[in-house]
Protein backbone atom coordinates (compact mmCIF):
# COMPACT_ATOMS: atom_id res chain seq x y z
CA UNK A 1 0.00 0.00 0.00
CA UNK A 2 3.02 2.19 1.21
CA UNK A 3 4.23 2.17 -2.26
CA UNK A 4 1.26 2.93 -4.15
CA UNK A 5 0.51 5.98 -2.18
CA UNK A 6 4.15 7.10 -3.02
CA UNK A 7 3.39 6.37 -6.63
CA UNK A 8 0.12 8.38 -6.47
CA UNK A 9 2.11 11.07 -4.57
CA UNK A 10 5.13 11.29 -6.83
CA UNK A 11 2.51 11.71 -9.88
CA UNK A 12 1.10 15.01 -8.30
CA UNK A 13 2.30 17.93 -11.26
CA UNK A 14 5.26 20.11 -10.76
CA UNK A 15 5.27 23.90 -9.79
CA UNK A 16 6.44 24.55 -13.12
CA UNK A 17 3.44 22.53 -14.84
CA UNK A 18 1.21 24.31 -12.01
CA UNK A 19 2.33 27.91 -13.34
CA UNK A 20 1.81 27.01 -16.82
CA UNK A 21 -1.77 25.83 -16.20
CA UNK A 22 -2.41 28.69 -14.25
CA UNK A 23 -1.87 31.35 -17.16
CA UNK A 24 -3.53 29.07 -19.54
CA UNK A 25 -6.61 28.82 -17.39
CA UNK A 26 -9.28 31.42 -18.87
CA UNK A 27 -12.36 30.97 -16.31
CA UNK A 28 -11.29 29.56 -13.28
CA UNK A 29 -8.50 27.26 -11.77
CA UNK A 30 -9.13 25.04 -8.41
CA UNK A 31 -6.77 23.08 -6.10
CA UNK A 32 -6.99 20.14 -3.76
CA UNK A 33 -5.36 18.36 -1.98
CA UNK A 34 -2.38 16.56 -2.25
CA UNK A 35 -0.36 19.26 -4.50
CA UNK A 36 -2.17 17.69 -7.17
CA UNK A 37 -4.61 20.09 -9.89
CA UNK A 38 -7.10 20.31 -12.13
CA UNK A 39 -7.43 21.51 -15.72
CA UNK A 40 -8.18 24.92 -16.06
CA UNK A 41 -12.38 25.59 -17.36
CA UNK A 42 -12.28 26.81 -20.57
CA UNK A 43 -7.94 26.52 -20.74
CA UNK A 44 -5.78 24.90 -22.12
CA UNK A 45 -4.96 21.34 -20.68
CA UNK A 46 -1.47 21.05 -19.86
CA UNK A 47 0.38 18.46 -21.25
CA UNK A 48 2.12 17.31 -18.04
CA UNK A 49 2.47 13.33 -18.48
CA UNK A 50 0.25 12.83 -21.36
CA UNK A 51 3.32 11.31 -22.93
CA UNK A 52 3.89 8.49 -20.58
CA UNK A 53 0.11 7.93 -20.33
CA UNK A 54 -3.31 7.31 -21.66
CA UNK A 55 -6.49 9.54 -21.70
CA UNK A 56 -9.66 7.34 -21.26
CA UNK A 57 -13.49 7.86 -20.70
CA UNK A 58 -14.47 7.43 -17.32
CA UNK A 59 -17.93 7.67 -15.73
CA UNK A 60 -18.83 10.60 -13.19
CA UNK A 61 -20.71 8.80 -10.98
CA UNK A 62 -22.69 11.61 -9.29
CA UNK A 63 -25.87 11.00 -11.31
CA UNK A 64 -26.59 14.82 -11.10
CA UNK A 65 -28.44 14.00 -14.69
CA UNK A 66 -25.43 16.00 -16.24
CA UNK A 67 -23.84 12.58 -17.86
CA UNK A 68 -20.75 15.06 -18.73
CA UNK A 69 -17.72 13.78 -20.61
CA UNK A 70 -15.32 12.69 -18.17
CA UNK A 71 -11.67 11.64 -19.45
CA UNK A 72 -8.48 10.47 -16.88
CA UNK A 73 -4.94 10.58 -17.76
CA UNK A 74 -4.24 6.93 -16.49
CA UNK A 75 -0.05 6.37 -15.77
CA UNK A 76 1.07 3.15 -14.39
CA UNK A 77 -2.58 2.19 -13.31
CA UNK A 78 -2.89 5.66 -11.49
CA UNK A 79 -5.23 8.27 -12.69
CA UNK A 80 -2.78 11.74 -12.10
CA UNK A 81 -5.17 14.13 -14.65
CA UNK A 82 -8.87 14.43 -15.47
CA UNK A 83 -10.33 16.93 -18.05
CA UNK A 84 -14.07 16.79 -19.43
CA UNK A 85 -15.17 17.44 -22.99
CA UNK A 86 -12.86 19.25 -25.41
CA UNK A 87 -13.72 16.31 -28.91
CA UNK A 88 -15.35 19.33 -30.96
CA UNK A 89 -15.81 23.11 -31.24
CA UNK A 90 -18.52 24.26 -27.89
CA UNK A 91 -22.10 25.57 -30.29
CA UNK A 92 -25.79 26.27 -29.69
CA UNK A 93 -26.86 23.25 -31.58
CA UNK A 94 -23.62 20.60 -30.26
CA UNK A 95 -22.34 21.96 -27.16
CA UNK A 96 -19.70 20.58 -25.33
CA UNK A 97 -20.71 18.19 -22.49
CA UNK A 98 -18.24 20.13 -20.21
CA UNK A 99 -17.48 19.08 -16.68
CA UNK A 100 -18.35 20.94 -13.55
CA UNK A 101 -15.58 20.57 -10.84
CA UNK A 102 -17.17 17.89 -8.91
CA UNK A 103 -16.70 15.73 -11.73
CA UNK A 104 -13.46 16.86 -12.35
CA UNK A 105 -12.10 16.28 -9.46
CA UNK A 106 -13.86 12.75 -8.52
CA UNK A 107 -9.97 11.63 -8.38
CA UNK A 108 -9.62 12.70 -5.84
CA UNK A 109 -12.20 10.65 -4.26
CA UNK A 110 -10.16 7.50 -4.66
CA UNK A 111 -6.78 9.44 -4.23
CA UNK A 112 -7.12 12.11 -1.87
CA UNK A 113 -5.07 12.41 1.13
CA UNK A 114 -7.96 13.25 2.61
CA UNK A 115 -10.23 11.15 1.50
CA UNK A 116 -12.19 9.04 4.61
CA UNK A 117 -11.35 5.33 4.92
CA UNK A 118 -12.99 4.82 8.56
CA UNK A 119 -15.06 6.69 11.22
CA UNK A 120 -13.18 9.29 12.96
CA UNK A 121 -14.74 11.59 15.33
CA UNK A 122 -13.55 14.90 16.78
CA UNK A 123 -11.70 14.07 19.84
CA UNK A 124 -13.52 16.48 22.49
CA UNK A 125 -16.85 15.60 21.06
CA UNK A 126 -19.06 13.86 23.44
CA UNK A 127 -22.45 13.01 23.23
CA UNK A 128 -24.67 16.04 23.37
CA UNK A 129 -21.09 18.07 21.83
CA UNK A 130 -18.73 18.13 23.98
CA UNK A 131 -16.13 21.10 24.25
CA UNK A 132 -17.60 23.14 21.31
CA UNK A 133 -15.41 25.80 21.70
CA UNK A 134 -12.57 23.75 19.40
CA UNK A 135 -14.70 23.23 16.65
CA UNK A 136 -12.28 23.80 13.67
CA UNK A 137 -9.04 23.27 15.96
CA UNK A 138 -10.29 19.77 17.47
CA UNK A 139 -8.21 16.78 16.23
CA UNK A 140 -9.07 13.72 14.79
CA UNK A 141 -9.83 10.21 15.87
CA UNK A 142 -10.17 7.19 14.87
CA UNK A 143 -13.15 4.86 16.31
CA UNK A 144 -14.83 1.50 15.35
CA UNK A 145 -18.09 0.95 13.36
CA UNK A 146 -19.81 -0.20 16.65
CA UNK A 147 -18.72 3.36 18.23
CA UNK A 148 -20.09 5.42 15.49
CA UNK A 149 -23.41 3.28 14.64
CA UNK A 150 -24.27 3.59 18.49
CA UNK A 151 -23.06 7.38 18.63
CA UNK A 152 -25.22 7.63 15.75
CA UNK A 153 -28.68 6.09 17.61
CA UNK A 154 -27.59 7.22 20.92
CA UNK A 155 -28.06 10.86 19.16
CA UNK A 156 -30.67 10.33 17.60
CA UNK A 157 -32.90 9.02 20.58
CA UNK A 158 -31.62 12.39 22.23
CA UNK A 159 -32.46 14.50 19.76
CA UNK A 160 -35.87 13.19 18.99
CA UNK A 161 -36.75 12.88 22.38
CA UNK A 162 -35.47 16.48 23.44
CA UNK A 163 -36.46 18.38 20.05
CA UNK A 164 -38.98 15.90 18.32
CA UNK A 165 -38.52 14.60 14.55
CA UNK A 166 -38.67 18.40 12.93
CA UNK A 167 -34.90 18.42 14.02
CA UNK A 168 -33.42 16.24 12.05
CA UNK A 169 -32.41 17.20 8.74
CA UNK A 170 -31.81 14.26 6.52
CA UNK A 171 -29.65 15.25 3.26
CA UNK A 172 -28.73 13.40 0.12
CA UNK A 173 -30.85 14.23 -2.98
CA UNK A 174 -34.20 12.99 -4.34
CA UNK A 175 -33.15 9.73 -4.74
CA UNK A 176 -32.25 9.80 -0.51
CA UNK A 177 -36.14 9.60 -0.42
CA UNK A 178 -35.96 5.90 -1.30
CA UNK A 179 -33.68 4.51 0.57
CA UNK A 180 -32.97 2.81 3.77
CA UNK A 181 -31.59 5.98 5.31
CA UNK A 182 -34.86 7.88 4.39
CA UNK A 183 -37.16 4.52 5.05
CA UNK A 184 -35.45 4.42 8.52
CA UNK A 185 -36.05 8.03 9.52
CA UNK A 186 -39.49 7.53 8.81
CA UNK A 187 -40.29 4.69 10.45
CA UNK A 188 -38.66 6.76 13.22
CA UNK A 189 -41.08 9.54 13.08
CA UNK A 190 -40.23 11.37 10.42
CA UNK A 191 -37.80 14.00 9.38
CA UNK A 192 -36.97 17.12 7.56
CA UNK A 193 -35.64 17.73 4.20
CA UNK A 194 -34.53 20.90 2.26
CA UNK A 195 -36.05 22.71 -0.72
CA UNK A 196 -35.50 23.37 -3.73
CA UNK A 197 -32.36 22.10 -4.06
CA UNK A 198 -33.14 19.01 -6.48
CA UNK A 199 -31.15 18.71 -9.34
CA UNK A 200 -32.87 15.84 -11.05
CA UNK A 201 -36.10 17.34 -10.70
CA UNK A 202 -34.54 20.33 -12.71
CA UNK A 203 -35.32 18.03 -16.25
CA UNK A 204 -37.98 15.44 -15.07
CA UNK A 205 -39.94 15.84 -12.18
CA UNK A 206 -42.22 18.84 -13.41
CA UNK A 207 -43.51 16.52 -16.33
CA UNK A 208 -44.25 13.50 -13.85
CA UNK A 209 -46.14 16.17 -11.40
CA UNK A 210 -48.39 17.56 -14.05
CA UNK A 211 -48.87 14.10 -15.16
CA UNK A 212 -47.14 14.11 -19.04
CA UNK A 213 -44.86 11.17 -18.07
CA UNK A 214 -46.29 7.64 -18.71
CA UNK A 215 -44.07 4.88 -17.51
CA UNK A 216 -42.66 5.80 -14.47
CA UNK A 217 -40.72 7.79 -12.23
CA UNK A 218 -36.90 7.15 -14.17
CA UNK A 219 -38.95 6.53 -17.29
CA UNK A 220 -37.37 9.69 -19.68
CA UNK A 221 -40.43 10.29 -22.22
CA UNK A 222 -39.90 13.76 -21.70
CA UNK A 223 -39.08 15.63 -25.06
CA UNK A 224 -35.33 15.84 -25.56
CA UNK A 225 -33.71 19.05 -23.53
CA UNK A 226 -32.89 20.61 -27.10
CA UNK A 227 -36.84 20.36 -27.63
CA UNK A 228 -37.03 23.13 -24.96
CA UNK A 229 -36.87 25.90 -27.46
CA UNK A 230 -39.78 24.95 -29.17
CA UNK A 231 -41.81 26.21 -26.17
CA UNK A 232 -44.29 29.21 -26.12
CA UNK A 233 -44.22 28.41 -21.84
CA UNK A 234 -42.31 26.85 -19.50
CA UNK A 235 -43.98 26.38 -16.06
CA UNK A 236 -41.19 25.46 -13.27
CA UNK A 237 -43.10 23.80 -9.85
CA UNK A 238 -40.40 25.02 -7.46
CA UNK A 239 -37.41 24.45 -9.51
CA UNK A 240 -34.36 25.92 -9.19
CA UNK A 241 -31.35 24.67 -11.25
CA UNK A 242 -29.56 27.98 -11.53
CA UNK A 243 -28.67 26.87 -7.87
CA UNK A 244 -29.14 23.06 -7.81
CA UNK A 245 -28.56 21.28 -10.75
CA UNK A 246 -25.28 20.94 -12.02
CA UNK A 247 -24.76 20.00 -15.90
CA UNK A 248 -25.88 22.13 -18.70
CA UNK A 249 -29.83 22.66 -17.75
CA UNK A 250 -29.28 26.60 -17.33
CA UNK A 251 -27.63 26.87 -20.79
CA UNK A 252 -30.30 24.84 -22.23
CA UNK A 253 -32.86 27.05 -20.32
CA UNK A 254 -31.66 30.00 -21.58
CA UNK A 255 -31.45 29.02 -24.82
CA UNK A 256 -35.39 28.43 -24.87
CA UNK A 257 -35.59 32.10 -23.32
CA UNK A 258 -33.56 33.46 -26.20
CA UNK A 259 -35.94 31.61 -28.17
CA UNK A 260 -38.62 33.21 -27.12
CA UNK A 261 -40.24 30.97 -24.38
CA UNK A 262 -41.69 32.45 -21.79
CA UNK A 263 -41.34 31.39 -17.97
CA UNK A 264 -43.78 31.10 -15.14
CA UNK A 265 -42.62 29.74 -11.26
CA UNK A 266 -44.90 28.86 -9.00
CA UNK A 267 -43.29 28.53 -5.97
CA UNK A 268 -43.29 29.81 -2.01
CA UNK A 269 -40.36 31.46 -2.95
CA UNK A 270 -38.37 33.51 -5.51
CA UNK A 271 -35.28 32.14 -6.54
CA UNK A 272 -31.89 32.91 -8.99
CA UNK A 273 -33.70 30.59 -12.01
CA UNK A 274 -36.67 33.12 -12.31
CA UNK A 275 -34.67 35.46 -11.99
CA UNK A 276 -32.34 34.61 -14.64
CA UNK A 277 -35.23 33.63 -16.95
CA UNK A 278 -37.23 36.86 -16.12
CA UNK A 279 -39.84 34.30 -15.06
CA UNK A 280 -43.84 35.66 -13.79
CA UNK A 281 -43.78 34.43 -10.25
CA UNK A 282 -46.55 32.64 -8.89
CA UNK A 283 -46.07 32.98 -4.98
CA UNK A 284 -48.18 29.81 -3.93
CA UNK A 285 -48.06 29.05 -0.14
CA UNK A 286 -46.88 25.59 1.10
CA UNK A 287 -48.59 22.67 -0.10
CA UNK A 288 -51.14 24.64 -2.33
CA UNK A 289 -49.26 23.74 -5.48
CA UNK A 290 -50.90 20.73 -6.18
CA UNK A 291 -54.33 22.63 -5.55
CA UNK A 292 -53.43 25.46 -7.78
CA UNK A 293 -53.18 22.89 -10.79
CA UNK A 294 -56.46 21.24 -10.20
CA UNK A 295 -57.83 24.68 -9.76
CA UNK A 296 -56.23 25.56 -13.65
CA UNK A 297 -57.19 22.14 -15.48
S1 LIG B 1 -22.39 18.16 -13.92
FE1 LIG B 1 -20.60 17.54 -12.72
S2 LIG B 1 -21.32 15.90 -11.38
FE2 LIG B 1 -22.83 16.14 -13.03
S3 LIG B 1 -22.25 14.66 -14.62
FE3 LIG B 1 -21.29 16.63 -15.11
S4 LIG B 1 -19.25 16.52 -14.20
FE4 LIG B 1 -20.50 14.93 -13.25
Redesign the pocket.
Known amino acids: MSSFLKKVTDKTISRRSFLKATAAGTAGLALTGCGSVLAPVGGKVDAAGEEQGEWISAA?W?N?G???L?KALVVDGVVIRQKTDDTHEDSPDYPQQR??L???SQRQQVFGADRLKYPMKRKHWQPGGGDKSLRGQDEWERISWDEALTYITDELNRVKKDYGNRSILHIGGWSSRITDISRTLGLFGGYCEYWNTNSFGSWAMTPKTVGFMQLGVWDQTVNDRFDLRNCETIIMLSMNPAWSA??SSSWHYRQAKKAGAKFIGIDPFFNATYSMLGAQWVPVRPSTDAALLLAIA
Do not use: D
Open positions: CHCGRCNGCRGRMG
